[in-house]
């Protein structure tokens, strides 16, 4: 029996910063191949410019809060959180205030 796997350079580091307001806001709008996934993170008390409100992160409809169909999962000041996506295009953020920030980074 033959197997084809596909084959993708997994040396390839991919990051980027976004601001992150009242509207939902791509993550990037890079269309990046991911193989091991993505990783998000908000600016806490120890870094230079430090988030004050959560990012609530998820598709192209969501909302920032606990809706059951829409809210997305929260991100306070300073934590990570490990997304298992392929594209961190698909990944949308926003926040119930203005000016917030994530940095993101994927392989």
Do not use: C
Not at 43 to 67: C, E, H, R
């Amino acid at each position: 029996m033959l197997e084809i796997r596909e084959t993708l350079n997994t040396n390839e580091l991919n990051h980027g910063h976004t601001v992150v307001g009242t509207t939902a806001v791509q993550l990037t709008t890079q269309d990046n191949k991911l193989l091991k996934g993505l990783l998000i993170r908000a600016p806490g008390s120890d870094d230079p410019t430090p988030n004050t409100n959560f990012i609530w992160i998820g598709l192209a409809s969501v909302t920032a809060n606990s809706d059951v169909g829409t809210g997305g999962m929260p991100l306070s000041p300073g934590e990570s959180f490990v997304l298992p996506v392929d594209d961190p295009s698909k990944v949308y953020v926003i926040s119930d205030t203005a000016s917030q920030e994530v940095a993101w980074m994927g392989a």
